[in-house]
């Protein structure tokens, strides 16, 4: 089970109590993309054995989208931040190169 909190209100809770909502960091197609483009977009995601970027809804509470960066094998969540961020924090990252060195962010 996962253990979230909500970068917003700083509930920590059970994952049961947000939801999914997939991978986060994602470009919208732009108008006049193709149909090829527009299709990887709705259907194509990365599904890496490591640290993945999510979205996640604070639906049980404050109602609002954050990011977590956590570990697909292990489930450990390196931690959560705010949704209008472009990328990780620096303490994050920190984080999850103190665990998996190896570890590089994908653009």
């Not at 990011?67 to 390196?78: I, M, P, Q, W």
Request: aromatic share 12%.
């Amino acid at each position: 089970m996962l253990l979230l909190k909500c970068p917003y209100c700083g509930a920590k809770a059970e994952e049961t109590e947000f939801s999914g909502g997939g991978e986060a960091h994602l470009s919208r197609q732009k108008s006049g993309s193709t149909d090829a483009g527009f299709a990887a977009y709705m259907f194509e995601r990365r599904n890496p054995k490591g640290v993945i970027l999510e979205r996640w809804h604070h639906a049980y509470g404050c109602g609002k989208w954050f990011h977590a960066a956590r570990s697909a094998v292990t489930l450990e969540v390196f931690g959560t931040y705010s949704v209008q961020a472009l990328a990780p924090p620096k303490d994050i990252i920190a984080k999850i190169r103190a665990r998996l060195p190896e570890w590089e962010e994908k653009k």
